[in-house]
């Protein structure tokens, strides 16, 4: 991992912010500013008061004293609602920018990022970034501020005393840099365990029904615990090897602190010093302890900020998806060529589509079938370029897909696909997903022509009935029907049916086939489906295999020549 580099990206997310970061900047500076002079009044006092009588009213102490930490409680404050003001900008920003990095992405990236990462990184990672570096950034800037005004001071009382306890600084630095290493080597794994055990989470909030039918709930404990174990350990290690960086930098410092006591002494007692110039060094060089500490307290948080932000940096660059076409089709007449189209998926052994040609007119109904596998989906993504052929040509309405923007492409299709996927939120919002004002009246319709309007309408709240988790709510049947819905509200000059109908009963199926033929002719409309009667109607049906057509023809045509769909057939009905 390289942590510069994500440093990099997270200081150009702050960069847009710098006044804010400035002004907080000063309010830090400012109240460091009033540090030193509780020392500098103890000197006064001193030297002063004690052998020389007081030159001011006594009442003036304690309003000093106390005035002084009211001007450095509000510097500090406004410094600190300034950086927390910045940094929560630059989390908006940074969720931003991955949120769209996610809606972008090439679809490759859903095959290795399961949602609880994705929920990760772009919800808990940004904040624990910027709040980490936030919180040391207030560290460095309060304390670092404050230790150059100390040794301001202290080179102003004393400077040989001042320059002699600097010789512990290489030493100083080489602990530090040692402690760091490690903690970057810690925090790394730690990460990663957490990405695993995430991932557990992730499954088990999904597949929750597998896991309980297996009774695997003692496996997914074993399972959980293991990793929850081995993050514990990192964790554990993380926070040692950060513990460790005070009691070692006090340790050196304390070589300093004993060198510039027994030399000021020694100084003292040659009358070089005044008793006051020792007692107000001294607590000054105290003083400077706690900040000096603190900074070497900065590198945890900032290393394991840097590592998290890595995590960010790698969606961030995400492939995205290639949108290089730059036509457009107004008006869509859904016809659709394949053209000796070649597409095999990343590490597949074989092309899921080998060579495949299609040809569907406008207005055209025509269906798909083969056996499991055959690459008839790969045939509906192909289309809405999820997936990229590496040979051959698919062409839209004539113009070749690729020439086309992508959002142009895609809104000419309406699409059912196999796995059904439904929003948080209402069936009505459901159903007129995305499309802005929702238009009650043909959600209504397109619910009665889905054949879900009857279920519906026993709701308490009607349309307006909560669905639940992606339709939890929701028997598989009625997620069909709402996710046909769904695309019948969609005006596409294009209707993709992915064994949409698979888990209808006859009645159901039935009015969705009487819906679809509603359709015909006013659309382009491609069936795909295991259960042949579905399909029979079709005006041309093409039978798949190895991600080729075999055979294309109407139902009684291809029953003619009886060949591979005739023996499918033949199968079904004999079953
Ligand atoms: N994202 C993917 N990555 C790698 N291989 C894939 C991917 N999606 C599908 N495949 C493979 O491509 C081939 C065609 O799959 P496809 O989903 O198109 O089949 P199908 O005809 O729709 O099958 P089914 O009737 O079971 O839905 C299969 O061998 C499958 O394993
Ligand atoms: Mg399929």
Not at 61 to 81: E, H, K, Q, T
Not at 178 to 185: C, D, G, M
Not at 363 to 371: F, H, I, K, N
Not at 567 to 572: E, F, P
Request: hydrophobic content about 45%.
């Amino acid at each position: 991992m390289n942590l510069r580099e994500s440093g990099r990206v997270l200081a150009a997310y702050a960069k847009p912010r710098w006044r804010m970061l400035s002004l907080s900047i000063l309010f830090f500076v400012l109240g460091s500013a009033v540090e030193p002079l509780l020392p500098a009044l103890f000197k006064k006092l001193l030297d002063s008061g004690f052998q020389e009588g007081l030159k001011y009213p006594i009442w003036v102490v304690p309003l000093i004293i106390i005035g002084m930490f009211v001007v450095r409680g509000g510097f500090n404050f406004s410094g600190a609602y300034m950086l927390n003001s910045a940094s929560s900008l630059v989390v908006l920003d940074l969720r931003r920018d991955l949120m769209k990095a996610v809606l972008r992405a090439d679809a490759k990236l859903f095959t290795h990022m399961s949602p609880g990462i994705a929920v990760t990184r772009i919800i808990n990672d940004p904040q624990f970034a910027a709040g980490a570096v936030g919180g040391a950034l207030t560290t460095l800037l309060r304390d670092a501020t404050t230790l150059l005004f100390l040794m301001g001071y202290l080179v102003y009382l004393n400077w040989q005393l001042t320059l002699v306890s600097m010789v512990t600084a290489p030493l100083l630095a080489f602990a530090v840099r040692t402690i760091q290493k490690r903690l970057k080597h810690v925090g790394e794994a730690s990460y990663l365990s957490h990405q695993r055990l995430v991932n557990i989470v992730d499954d088990n909030a999904r597949a929750w029904r597998v896991v309980r039918t297996f009774d695997a709930m003692d496996f997914e404990s074993q399972r959980f615990e293991a990793e929850a174990t081995v993050q514990r350990r990192m964790q554990l290690k993380h926070a040692a090897a950060a513990a460790l960086a005070t009691p070692t930098t006090q340790l050196v410092a304390s070589i300093g602190v004993a060198i510039i006591v027994t030399l000021a002494l020694w100084q003292a007692s040659h009358g070089a010093a005044t008793v006051g110039e020792f007692v107000s060094f001294i607590t000054a060089l105290l003083m400077a302890m706690s900040p000096m500490r603190h900074l070497t307290d900065v590198y945890q948080p900032i290393t394991q900020a840097m590592i998290v932000m890595q995590g960010c940096r790698d969606l961030i660059d995400a492939p995205k998806e290639p949108d290089l076409g730059t036509r457009e089709i107004a008006t869509c007449r859904g016809e659709i060529e394949f053209d000796r189209v070649l597409l095999t998926y990343e590490g597949a052994p074989r092309p899921a589509l080998d060579g495949l040609d299609l040809h569907i007119r406008p207005g055209e109904t025509v269906a798909l079938v083969g056996a499991s596998g055959a690459g008839k989906t790969t045939v509906v993504s192909a289309l809405l370029r999820f997936a990229v052929p590496e040979g051959g040509e698919i062409r839209l309405d004539g113009v070749p897909i690729n020439d086309l923007k992508l959002a142009n492409l895609r809104r000419h299709f309406a699409v059912v696909s196999q796995d059904i996927v439904l929003f948080d939120g209402s069936i009505a919002q459901n159903v007129a997903y995305a499309s802005g004002e929702v238009d009650r009246a043909k959600v209504e319709s397109c619910l009665r022509a889905a054949n879900l309007m009857a279920h519906v309408q026993t709701l308490p709240e009607g349309i307006d009935t909560p669905i639940g988790t992606n339709g939890s709510k929701f028997s598989g049947g009625q997620r069909q029907r709402l996710a046909i819905a769904r695309a019948l509200y969609r005006d596409a000059a294009v209707w993709i049916f992915d064994e949409a109908t698979s888990a209808l009963d006859s009645e159901s199926e039935a009015v969705v086939q009487r819906s679809i033929e509603d359709m015909r002719h006013t659309k382009t409309l491609i069936l795909i489906a295991h259960r042949l009667s579905t399909v029979r109607n079709a005006d041309r049906i093409y039978a798949m295999s190895d991600g080729r057509v075999v055979e294309s023809g109407s139902h009684e045509e291809l029953l003619e020549s009886g060949g591979v769909y005739a023996s499918m057939v033949r199968l079904q009905s004999a079953g």
